[in-house]
C-alpha cells in the first residue's frame, strides 16, 4: 500500500494567482498521477509524471496551465497558474506502488473567485 | 465521447436490497478492470478487481464481459455503510512496474442506503 499526505487540503485564490500543491509518499515510486475532479464529475487524468524527465499532459492539458515538479521518487508538485472561477475542482495525486491497485491523496479543494 | 459509461443513478435503497451497478467501456484493448469507491469529499479507494471469472468478495460479486466490454458490480444485503459513489474503472495498458498505465473513470454512481 501507499500512504499519500497531499497539501493544502483546500484553497479560495484570487483569479490570475497560482497555487502549488504537493504531494508526499511514504515510499519510492516511479510514476504520479494528477488527477482533476470537476462538481459533480469524474476524475480526468491531467498527466503522468516521472523523476528526472518531464512530465507527460493529455490532451487538454498544457505545461504552461499546469507545470509539475517531480525532483525525487516520493514528492511532487502541481501549479494550478493564471486561475480563472474555471479552475475551481477538486484535485488529486495518485500512485501505482506495485500495480494493479492506485492509491489516491486526500485531495485538494480549489475555488477560485 | 465517453470512454467508460455508467448508470446514471443516483440509486436509493432500503437496507438489506440488492443492487446492480452496470458499466461499458469503448477501448476493446484495456487490460484491467476496477471498482472504486467513493465517499462523500474523500478520495476514491479501490473496492475490487473485476476478471473474466467474476469475483466475489463477501456481499459483494463483480463480473466483466469482454466481448460486450461490459462491467457489474451487486451488492447484497445493502447496509448503511455501503452509501457512497461507485466508480467504474479502467486501465488501459499493461501495468509493468508502474509504466504505461492510465486509468480512466466513469463518471461514477450515487448510492443511498436508507434505514
Known amino acids: 500500500s501507499a500512504v499519500i499526505s497531499q497539501k493544502p487540503s483546500r484553497d479560495i485564490c484570487q483569479r490570475g494567482t497560482s497555487l502549488t500543491i504537493q504531494c508526499q509518499v511514504d515510499?519510492?515510486?516511479?510514476?504520479m498521477f494528477w488527477y482533476r475532479q470537476q462538481p459533480g464529475q469524474s476524475l480526468t487524468l491531467i498527466a503522468t509524471?516521472?523523476?528526472?524527465?518531464?512530465?507527460?499532459?493529455e490532451s487538454g492539458f498544457v505545461i504552461d496551465k499546469f507545470p509539475i515538479s517531480r525532483p525525487n521518487l516520493t514528492f511532487s508538485t502541481l501549479t494550478v497558474s493564471n486561475m480563472s472561477p474555471e479552475d475551481s475542482s477538486i484535485y488529486l495525486c495518485?500512485?501505482?506502488?506495485?500495480?494493479?491497485?492506485?492509491?489516491f491523496g486526500q485531495g485538494t479543494r480549489l475555488t477560485v473567485v | 465521447r465517453k470512454e467508460v459509461e455508467q448508470d446514471p443513478g443516483p440509486f436509493n435503497v432500503p437496507e438489506g436490497a440488492t443492487v446492480a451497478f452496470n458499466c461499458t467501456y469503448s477501448?476493446?484493448?484495456?487490460?484491467?478492470f476496477f471498482w472504486y469507491r467513493q465517499d462523500c469529499r474523500k478520495e476514491p479507494k479501490l473496492l475490487m478487481s473485476?476478471?473474466?471469472s467474476g469475483n466475489e468478495d463477501g456481499r459483494f460479486t463483480a463480473q466483466l464481459n469482454r466481448a460486450s466490454q461490459y462491467i457489474s458490480l451487486l451488492i447484497r444485503d445493502s447496509k448503511l455503510s455501503d452509501s457512497a459513489t461507485y466508480l467504474c474503472?479502467?486501465?488501459?495498458?499493461?501495468?509493468?512496474?508502474?509504466?504505461?498505465?492510465?486509468?480512466?473513470f466513469g463518471k461514477g454512481t450515487l448510492l443511498t442506503v436508507n434505514p
Open positions: 477501448n476493446s484493448a484495456s487490460q484491467s
Open positions: 474503472v479502467v486501465n488501459e495498458w499493461e501495468n509493468s512496474g508502474g509504466s504505461n498505465y492510465k486509468l480512466t
Open positions: 509524471a516521472n523523476q528526472g524527465s518531464e512530465a507527460t499532459y
Open positions: 495518485s500512485v501505482v506502488p506495485r500495480g494493479p491497485e492506485a492509491f
Open positions: 473485476v476478471y473474466s
Open positions: 515510499s519510492q515510486v516511479t510514476m
